[in-house]
């Protein structure tokens, strides 16, 4: 087969690529300020650019690094806009109407962040990201319910998924459908049955599952059961304190780290290195084009060239920070690509 009628075929025939979850916003973060002074301004483009330095790597002791000193020092190098805007701070009385809030929003630029970032030595975690279910029980003197199904409830899930995009998780909830009623209840959450949240989960095919069991021993006290369900692995932690945006804001937290040390690629910062891969069941020109393509995608891969096709084997010489070992880790978040027992780092492209 000639190689470059092939490459040409590819680019003609280009499709979009399936992720696992491809989280938005990484590069940008939207933090307090007490008014819009110009010093006002310079810290909180500041605060923005730490939040987003913990979202890229994952690490919430990173923007405390030496190295990573001078980046900060130049925020607002990195700068790409910022607007302001008043929101409500969910401070409020019951009853009254919650006071007004000023908050700075800030973007920030991508190729210079991960040029520096990986220059002072940082692992930049790539916008694909496992994705996580959340089961969400909550529980009073009436019994066990689903977050969300009462009045009072819709802010947990808020409070969720607002600590989940500041640390950069890829957060889905169930349906909680006819499908999910009859496979799992609140109940089972709160007792931890760990069959039944594992069978009810698979529709969604995610890569983690966190089941979280809420309810308040006590007036003025709040207490929180997690469970993280990993492959083969489980996690579990409890906290309690008088908060509960405080105690969801810590579980996030803990639940992130836990992600970060399974999914984080620890090399992807650093030199650049080669890395040859080989793909079999590639036997048309838009799975040549898929495989190619999503490749191309990965956060680490700075370029992808086709060296080799024999039959349905396709050979590519990948340039990647952190070498082999952030490839693989990034190609284990989608399903394109699953490994095979073939020699070296050898893949089938999956239908």
């Known amino acids: ?18 992720h696992a979850v491809r989280v938005p916003g990484l590069y940008e973060a939207e933090v307090a300020v007490p008014d819009q002074s110009n010093g006002a301004r310079v810290q909180g483009v500041l605060n923005a650019l730490r939040a987003v330095i913990i979202k890229l790597t994952g690490d919430r002791s990173a923007p405390t690094r030496a190295e990573v000193a001078p980046v900060l020092r130049a925020a607002e190098r990195y700068l790409l806009q910022y607007r302001y805007q008043e929101v409500e701070s969910g401070n409020g009385q019951p009853g009254t109407p919650a006071p007004a809030e000023l908050r700075l929003w800030a973007q920030f630029s991508q190729s210079a962040l991960d040029r520096d970032l990986r220059g002072a030595g940082l692992s930049i975690w790539g916008a694909e990201r496992p994705s996580t279910l959340a089961w969400l029980a909550l529980g009073d003197d009436r019994g066990w319910r689903w977050a969300g199904a009462g009045e009072n409830d819709h802010s947990l899930h808020a409070l969720t998924e607002a600590r989940a995009r ?21 109940v089972a959450v709160a007792a931890t049955d760990l069959p039944a949240i594992g069978q009810a989960s698979e529709r ?21 059961n997690w469970t993280l369900l990993l492959g083969s692995e489980t996690e579990k932690w409890s906290s309690e304190g008088p908060q509960l945006d ?33 793909v079999v069941a590639v036997s048309s020109a838009t799975g040549y084009a898929r495989a190619l393509q999503y490749l191309q995608s990965l956060n680490s891969v700075t370029a992808v060239q086709i060296t080799e096709v024999d039959g349905d084997s396709v050979t590519f010489e990948i340039s990647a920070y952190g070498g082999a070992d952030s490839v693989r880790q990034a190609i284990t978040l989608g399903r394109v690509l699953e490994p095979t027992t073939g020699p070296g780092h050898s893949y089938r492209l999956v239908p």
Do not use: K
């Open 166 to 186: 500041a640390r950069g998780l890829g957060f889905i909830f169930p349906l909680h459908d006819l499908d999910d009623d009859a496979r799992l209840g609140a």
């Open 246 to 278: 405080v105690l969801m804001h810590d579980g996030i937290d803990i639940l992130a780290d836990h992600l970060v040390r399974r999914f984080a690629a620890a090399g992807a910062g650093g030199e650049q290195s080669g890395v040859t891969l080989n």
């Open 1 to 18: 087969m000639r190689r470059a009628f092939l490459i040409l075929v590819i680019l003609m025939c280009m499709a979009p690529v399936a």
């Open 204 to 224: 969604y095919r995610p890569d983690s599952v966190l089941a979280v069991a809420i309810d308040s021993p006590a007036p003025g006290s709040w207490r929180a």
